[in-house]
Nanobody, 125 residues
C-alpha cells in the first residue's frame, strides 16, 4: 500500500516562502506522476502543480505560475513544492498525490490514485 506523507506546512506572513515535501513509500518512486492540490475552507479541492516521472515536465495552475515550483528527487522518493511570494489566498490544506496515468496533463484529480493526509498552510496578511 503506497503511502504519501506531507510536511513543511505552517504559518507564514504574506510575501514569505514555504517549502512543502511529500515522501512516498512507492518503489520505484520514478514510476509515478506526482501532483499537488489544495483545498481552502469551504471550497473544492483544486490543482496546484504536477510533475512527470522524470521531473522534466511540469504544469501549474495559473494562480501560482511564477511563484510556486514543483520538483522531485527520485533518489529520495520525495516531491517538493517551493512556494514564494505567498498570498492570503494561498491559505489551504495542501495535498500531494500520485498516479500512473502517463502523459503530460496533471490537473485532474481523478488521475491520481493515492493521496497524502494534507498539510496546512496559513498565510497571514
Amino acid at each position: 500500500q503506497v503511502q504519501l506523507v506531507e510536511s513543511g506546512g505552517g504559518l507564514v506572513q504574506a510575501g514569505g516562502s514555504l517549502r512543502l515535501s511529500c515522501t512516498s513509500s512507492a518503489r520505484p518512486f520514478s514510476l509515478y506522476e506526482m501532483g499537488w492540490f489544495r483545498q481552502a475552507s469551504g471550497k473544492e479541492r483544486e490543482f496546484v502543480a504536477g510533475i512527470s516521472r522524470s521531473g522534466l515536465s511540469t504544469d501549474y495552475a495559473d494562480s501560482v505560475k511564477g511563484r510556486f515550483t514543483i520538483s522531485r528527487d527520485n533518489a529520495k522518493n520525495t516531491v517538493y513544492l517551493q512556494m514564494n511570494s505567498l498570498k492570503s489566498e494561498d491559505t489551504a490544506v495542501y495535498y500531494c498525490a500520485s498516479g500512473t496515468f502517463g502523459g503530460n496533463s496533471y490537473s485532474s484529480s481523478r488521475q491520481y490514485t493515492k493521496w497524502g493526509q494534507g498539510t496546512q498552510v496559513t498565510v497571514s496578511s
